[in-house]
C-alpha cells in the first residue's frame, strides 16, 4: 500500500501545480529522459514499425491493428498485412475476408478488415493516395479516432503530436501532470506543459515505461526513478 499522503493538484490548474512542483521546475523534458533511461530497450509495436518501414502508410495499417492489441501481436500482424498488402492501391483492393484472416489474433479483426478497405479507398479518392497529415482528415477515416490520429501524425508524418492512450493518460494523473478523465484533456494540458519539440517523446516513452514500469493496476514503484518525488495519485497498492 502506498502509505503517503498524495498531493492533489487543483483541479483548474494542474499546470500551474506541476510548474511550483521543485523536481518540475528544473526541466519537463528531463522528465521523459528519465522514463526513457528506465525502459531503455523497449520500444511501442507502431514505433518500431515506423522506424522499420519509414512510410506513412505502414504506421496508419500498423496503428490500427494495434487499437485493443498486445504490442506483440500488433508488431506480427501488422508485419504479414504490410506483405501482402505494401501499398494503399493493393489494401484498397483486398478482399475483406482475406484481410481478417491475416489480422487474426488481433482484436475485432473484422472490424478492422472492413475498417481498412474503405480508409484506404477513400484515401485514394479524397487524397492522391497520401495518408493525411491533417486531424480532421484523418478523422474523417473509417476506424480512426483520436489517439490514431495523432500516432499517425506523429510517428507517420513526424509531425508534432501527442498521442495520449491508456498509458500516457494515466501516467500523467498519477504523476500529478494533469488531473483528468478524459483523454482528450489530458493531450490539451500536456500540449501545454511540454514544448512542442518534445510532443512525440511523451508518447514514444510513457507507452514502454507504462508497460513495463508504472503499470496500470499495481505500478513498480519500488523500481521507479521517480518514486521519491512521484505524488502516485490515484495509487491503490503498488510493488
Ligand atoms: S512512482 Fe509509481 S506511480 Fe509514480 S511514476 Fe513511478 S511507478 Fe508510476
Not at 506541476?18 to 526513457?36: C, G, Q
Request: aromatic content about 6%; charged content about 25%.
Amino acid at each position: 500500500m502506498n502509505d503517503r499522503q498524495p498531493l492533489r493538484p487543483p483541479k483548474q490548474h494542474p499546470c500551474l501545480w506541476m510548474m511550483t512542483t521543485i523536481w518540475m521546475k528544473s526541466s519537463r523534458k528531463e522528465l521523459l529522459d528519465v522514463m526513457e533511461a528506465a525502459v531503455c530497450d523497449a520500444t511501442a509495436s507502431v514505433t518500431f514499425i515506423a522506424a522499420r518501414y519509414r512510410t506513412p502508410f505502414a504506421v496508419f495499417v500498423s496503428t490500427v491493428v494495434s487499437l485493443r492489441t498486445r504490442d506483440e501481436v500488433t508488431f506480427a500482424v501488422s508485419q504479414r498485412v504490410l506483405s501482402e498488402y505494401p501499398d494503399i492501391k493493393a489494401l484498397a483492393g483486398a478482399d475483406a475476408g482475406d484481410l481478417a484472416e491475416l489480422l487474426k489474433p488481433a482484436a475485432f479483426y473484422h472490424n478492422k478488415s472492413v475498417s481498412l478497405i474503405d480508409a484506404a479507398r477513400q484515401i485514394l479518392g479524397r487524397h492522391a493516395g497520401e495518408i493525411p497529415t491533417q486531424i480532421e482528415d484523418l478523422l474523417a477515416l473509417p476506424g480512426v479516432g483520436r489517439k490514431t490520429a495523432q500516432l499517425v501524425r506523429a510517428e507517420g508524418h513526424g509531425l508534432p503530436a501527442i498521442c495520449v492512450d491508456i498509458h500516457v493518460h494515466r501516467i500523467s494523473n498519477r504523476l500529478g501532470l494533469c488531473d483528468t478523465r478524459k483523454p482528450e484533456e489530458t493531450e490539451k494540458i500536456l500540449a501545454a506543459c511540454f514544448q512542442e519539440q518534445d510532443w512525440i517523446r511523451v508518447n514514444r516513452v510513457m507507452v514502454p515505461f507504462g508497460q513495463k514500469v508504472c503499470a496500470p493496476v499495481s505500478p513498480w514503484c519500488s523500481r521507479c526513478p521517480l518514486q521519491a518525488e512521484c505524488p502516485r495519485i490515484g495509487v491503490a497498492r503498488n510493488r
